[in-house]
């Protein structure tokens, strides 16, 4: 592999410099982030998961008005009310953005009217069943997410095995999802197959991002054992959709018993506020700069590449970081050649 194919075809499909795509994090990334991303070269995403349409319609504009590259909106269907989602769908294809996100089970009404709008389709999934879902929906991209992955995990494999099953599997280009954090791992995605890394905990982890700086601590102090998998935050989702989070009180009271968790039989409690909004124990709302409140009895969503994260930069900083870190894991990878082919 040479440096050049470092900037794949996927580069070309979507209109961006570098194949490092920022995760459309709910709450956490807002224009800020998202414009800051495509500005750099990568791709930048908005995380708009059950956000009012007005605010969609705001974020949008606040990409635009920041930077002229292409940037898409993330939903997530099966998450979220049916009319709210037209309606969310209605903003985001009435402003003619160049490119949706999903996530979670495929909902293929979704995936058509983004299609026929003219949208390119980006999905995300964490199984080879859900990957032929999306492509037989009519998904451009595929986003494999392997368990490692902080936030919602949607499958249980790992993306070292998950990424080449797909890939193999599929003519679409497919990106990886999960502990994807350096040029390292950038290098190795497109060894296994991917044209491209898709990105959360890196890019919580800089200083656009709309995370409280509380959440952005404990992601820079944290390793990968310091996660565990749970569906103990499991309001405003269905039953048994388990996120990664950085341990905390409630996980560590749970001991063992991680699965489980159903929404309704969990005590509703006030712990915070956001903007007004009450933020209820066991919620999946992660602390944002906006909370105040109880942040420790929160969330704090990550993957296991925080252990490869322990600074906290612009996120153009960490773009070119890993592109630098790949181009130097490219070089490795030719000395290594090189000395193969002496006597
Ligand atoms: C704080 C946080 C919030 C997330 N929210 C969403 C979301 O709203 N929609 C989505 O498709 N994925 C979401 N994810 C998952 C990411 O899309 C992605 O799968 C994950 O970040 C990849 O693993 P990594 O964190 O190790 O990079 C979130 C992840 C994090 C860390």
């Known amino acids: 592999m040479s440096r050049g194919q470092l ?16 995760a459309g994090m709910g709450g956490v990334a807002r224009a800020e982030l998202a414009a800051a991303v495509a500005g750099a070269g990568g791709f930048g995403m908005l995380g708009m998961v059950r956000e009012p349409p007005e605010l969609i319609a705001r974020e949008i504009d606040a990409v635009r008005a920041r930077t002229d590259r292409p940037f898409a909106v993330n939903l997530i269907p099966a998450a979220t009310d049916p009319a709210l989602l037209a309606a969310e769908l209605d903003t985001c294809l009435a402003a003619r953005v160049p490119a949706m996100c999903f996530f979670w089970d495929v909902v293929p009404e979704a995936v058509a009217r983004a299609r026929d709008a003219g949208c390119l389709v980006l999905h995300q999934v964490g199984t080879l069943e859900a990957a032929q879902a ?10 494999v997410q392997g368990v490692e992955a902080g936030g919602h995990v949607h499958g249980r494999a790992g993306a070292l095995v998950l990424v080449e099953e797909v890939a193999r599997a599929t003519a679409l280009p497919v990106v990886a999802s999960g502990g994807f954090a350096s040029g390292a791992s950038l290098v190795a995605a497109l060894a296994l197959g991917a044209q491209g890394i898709h990105c959360g905990t890196a890019f919580l982890a800089t200083r656009e991002s709309f995370a409280h700086d509380h959440h952005k601590r404990r992601v820079l102090a944290a390793r990968a054992e310091d996660t565990v998998l749970t569906d103990l935050f499991s309001l405003n989702w269905p039953p048994g959709a388990p996120v990664r989070v950085i341990r905390n ?11 489980g968790h159903h929404p309704e039989a969990l005590p509703p409690e006030v712990i915070a506020e956001d903007d007004g909004r ?44 890993i592109m630098a870190e790949a181009e130097a894991a490219l070089a490795r990878l030719d000395a290594l050649g090189g000395r193969d082919e002496r006597p």
Do not use: K, N
């Open 134 to 143: 999306a492509e037989t929906a009519g998904a451009d991209v595929l986003i």
């Open 278 to 321: 009450p933020i209820l124990r066991y919620s999946t709302d992660s602390p944002l700069r906006t909370t105040t409140g109880d942040l420790d009895a929160m969330p704090a969503f990550a993957g296991h590449s925080a252990t490869l994260i322990d600074d906290l930069p612009t996120a153009a900083e960490r773009i070119a970081a």
């Open 7 to 22: 900037r794949t075809p996927l580069c070309e499909l979507l209109g961006c410099e570098v194949p490092i795509l920022q």
């Open 249 to 259: 009180a409630l996980t560590d009271a749970i001991g063992g018993t991680l699965f």
